[in-house]
């Protein structure tokens, strides 16, 4: 079967006409298959989903229990068929329950990557390598510039501001999903046993993730009474995190002398990190930088790559330079921003 005949871009996403079914659809759809709980992966509406059983939990959480028609979750590793269409799920270590999806059809298979990490990450389940003849690939990253680096080390730079600056409030911001759970284990992993504070928008996946066997030690409310008198002192000397949207409302500016970081991929670049206002970029990704896009390209063992979100082009044209068929999708719908 020709790859295109088997997935393609509509407009409501990548579609498959002979299992009937989207990837990560933008607009509800009758059947969806979710690689993972990114509001811009999956959203509510949808008459019927597919996904990872976290991934649907974590829905749920997002979006209340009746987000779509009807679930059906999907172990790591099992083929399902749909109308006659293969369909597994292969971890993609982006955040818990992300996933690789396999299609596959008469002998051709497309592996779609959704957004993947391949480092190690305690709270996502380890990135595993599906061989395929088409690799679509996300490119959020997919310029040579990007090269990140350790995560630790980066929360070593947190750690050392905190010893520096002992009367300031340390605000951290990081996406409800994902980066928030793996900052706070970057921290206790690199020793730091003091209660974290959290903004109340991260608090029930924080619950979840624990529940899930998720260790992060004691969490605590990041709450100030309105119009308390010196009530942000109570955090100098503390890490509190939050989401982005917290840093543009009048919550920062209730805290003691506030040192302002972010962690995020996008953090390399300079003047993302001044636009923001933040004093202290911390580079921590959960996509792969360059390097890890191309090495992941080589070992999947794809005689074609389509690229999608992201810098399309840069990694469209090192896969002709290195004799890979490649073109970009151009799906609309799709943010680099929830990084």
Not at 173 to 179: E, T
Request: aromatic share 8%; with cysteine.
């Amino acid at each position: 079967m020709r790859p295109d005949a088997l997935l393609h871009p509509a407009r409501q996403g990548l579609y498959c006409p002979p299992g009937d079914f989207y990837i990560d659809p933008v607009r509800p759809v009758e059947r969806a298959l979710i690689t993972h709980g990114h509001a811009d992966h999956a959203r509510a509406g949808h008459g019927a989903v597919m996904a990872t059983q976290r991934t649907l939990d974590i829905m749920a959480i997002r979006y209340g229990e009746d987000f779509a028609g009807s679930v059906q979750p999907a172990r790591f590793g099992e083929t399902l068929k749909l109308n006659g269409v293969g369909v597994a799920f292969h971890p993609a270590g982006h955040v818990l329950g992300s996933a690789q999806i396999a299609v596959e059809k008469d002998g051709t298979r497309i592996v779609v990557s959704g957004d993947y990490k391949r480092r190690p990450d305690p709270t996502a389940e380890h990135f595993e390598l599906a061989k395929c003849d088409v690799f679509i690939t996300e490119a959020t990253f997919g310029l040579p510039v990007f090269n990140h680096p350790d995560a630790a080390t980066e929360i070593g730079k947190l750690l050392s501001s905190l010893g520096q600056f002992p009367d300031r409030t340390h605000l951290v911001g990081a996406y409800a999903l994902g980066k928030a759970q793996r900052v706070i284990r970057l921290l206790r992993d690199s020793g730091y046993d003091r209660p974290i504070h959290i903004h109340g928008s991260l608090q029930r996946l924080c619950d979840y993730y624990q529940s899930e066997g998720i260790e992060l030690g004691e969490l605590r409310p990041a709450t100030l009474a309105e119009g308390a008198k010196n009530a942000g002192r109570d955090f100098a000397g503390e890490i509190v995190l939050g989401p982005p949207s917290a840093f543009n409302s009048p919550w920062v500016r209730r805290f003691s002398d506030p040192l302002i970081a972010f962690a995020s991929g996008w953090m390399q670049v300079r003047q993302r990190a001044k636009q923001r206002g933040v004093e202290l970029p911390l580079v921590i990704s959960d996509h792969c930088d360059w390097n890890e896009l191309t090495a992941s390209i080589r070992d999947t063992g794809a005689a074609e790559v389509w690229v999608t979100h992201g810098r399309e082009e840069g990694l469209v044209r090192w896969c002709e330079v290195n004799q890979i068929r490649a073109k970009p999708l151009k799906i609309v719908g799709y943010e680099d921003e929830n990084e």
